[in-house]
């Protein structure tokens, strides 16, 4: 049994595995980098986001929430001053209550209406 080489004798025998087996043109160069500097912002991304949520364990009751209805004659004020009662038993800082209140809510103003529902520190 014999075997034949199917190479075309006009064109050089290219390497087609291994390393440095073809040249890349200079856009799939560029294709190459732009896709390693991508890989590598999304992944320094993730590990800065990772590092910077390693007190969310000790501060998981800041991300509890509760909904609260508010009735005709009540303000901000005093729905923060019985969410901070209730928080530091009684001892809490209504004015960092309404702070916690309005963003958790994204109310651009601090007024509020009779019947809306209100997320609020737990």
């Given at each position: 049994?014999?075997?034949?080489?199917?190479?075309?004798?006009?064109?050089?025998?290219?390497?087609?595995?291994?390393?440095?087996?073809?040249?890349?043109?200079?856009?799939?160069?560029?294709?190459?980098?732009?896709?390693v500097l991508s890989l590598s912002i999304v992944l320094g991304a993730g590990f800065a986001m990772k590092a910077s949520g390693g007190d969310s364990v000790s501060t998981s009751r800041a991300h509890s929430y509760i909904?609260?209805?508010v009735a005709p004659g009540e303000t901000l004020w005093s729905i923060a001053g019985d969410a901070a009662a209730a928080v530091k038993?009684?001892?809490?800082?209504?004015?960092?209550m309404v702070d916690q209140i309005v963003s958790a809510n994204s109310l651009s103003e601090p007024d509020v209406q009779a019947g809306q529902v209100l997320r609020v520190p737990a």
């Open positions: 049994m014999s075997t034949i080489a199917l190479t075309h004798p006009s064109r050089p025998r290219v390497a087609t595995a291994g390393f440095g087996a073809r040249k890349l043109t200079r856009r799939g160069r560029l294709a190459r980098l732009a896709m909904s609260v209805v038993g009684g001892h809490g800082d209504v004015r960092a």
